[in-house]
């Protein structure tokens, strides 16, 4: 087990607690303070590190999987993880709102929603659930690499980097040519294209990618991995302040948000594992 990833993902799962936590803070007519006026910024993005650190893992962990019977095997262990933890909070929000009227049921699409199926954000039970929507398209698109890539490394590493270069020229397009997320225009997207193309997939494949190239490069940069991370993910924070004012975390901007947030949790992940394959450890 890789503890230093363990550990990111607490941390990831703290900034975006923070960031949600800075808007209840700022609605109270409080004031920020540096440490929420920090997550406000920037804590959103703990996302961003989970769909790197999800890629990375189902890469790393599936090394020498292949097979269409291996394809199956990861499925039904994923499908598993995610539904037994999500489910339970589906069905509790389900009663939860509806023995305070049902109001907020409208317009909502329940099965969908049970599902996990692509679904607009507007009509999601649980709005957050996008990101678990996000996770089941790339299982799947991970267990058709098993099955075909197999376990060959150089193979896998074809097929990710082809499906990734794919991905980034379908994401120039739609931003430069298409104007597919300029405000009036995103909204008309596909829901289909809004999960099956959309920009974050390139975190999982970025993830994914790293995950062979550090099986083949285990030696190297560690800290300055990690430190170039960590001032990229600060500066980040003051870009969307100064730059974006505070709306990288819309889908118009979504490009701008993973080449600068998206690269920060990139190079964060690699000099974390860098530093544990030299013994330096959180645990």
């Not at 929507?133 to 980097?161: D, K, N, P, Q």
């Not at 397009?173 to 997207?189: C, I, K, N, T, W």
């Amino acid at each position: 087990m890789l503890i230093n990833i363990q550990w990111l993902r607490f941390i990831a799962a703290a900034l975006v607690v923070l960031y949600h936590a800075a808007d209840h803070v700022r609605a109270s007519g409080h004031a920020a303070g540096p440490l929420f006026g920090w997550a406000h910024a920037s804590g959103f993005a703990g996302v961003d590190i989970f769909f790197v650190i999800s890629g990375f893992i189902m890469a790393w962990t599936t090394a020498d999987a292949a097979g269409g019977a291996s394809a199956w095997a990861f499925t039904r262990r994923r499908v598993a993880r995610i539904y037994s933890g999500y489910w339970p909070f589906y069905l509790l929000a389900l009663g939860l709102f509806t023995l305070l009227g049902g109001s907020y049921l409208v317009n909502k699409h329940l099965l969908d929603s049970f599902l996990l199926w692509p679904t607009p954000l507007q009509h999601l039970l649980l709005p957050v659930s996008w990101t678990l929507i996000f996770e089941m398209v790339f299982y799947l698109l991970f267990a058709l690499v098993i099955a075909l890539a197999g376990a060959s490394g150089l193979r896998r590493t074809m097929w990710l980097a082809a499906t990734s270069l794919a991905m980034l020229c379908w994401s120039g397009y739609s931003q430069f040519v298409r104007h597919a997320y300029d405000p009036g225009q995103l909204e008309h997207m596909s829901v289909y294209e809004q999960y099956l193309a959309f920009p974050y997939m390139l975190e999982f494949l970025a993830g994914a990618l790293l995950a062979g190239w550090l099986r083949r490069h285990p030696q190297g940069l560690g800290w300055t991995l990690l430190l170039a991370g960590m001032v990229l993910w600060m500066a980040g924070g003051r870009i969307n302040t100064e730059v974006f004012q505070d709306r990288l975390i819309q889908g118009y901007y979504v490009n701008w948000r993973i080449l600068i947030f998206g690269s920060a949790a990139l190079l964060i992940v690699a000099g974390l594992t860098r530093l544990e394959f030299r013994g330096v450890s959180c645990a």
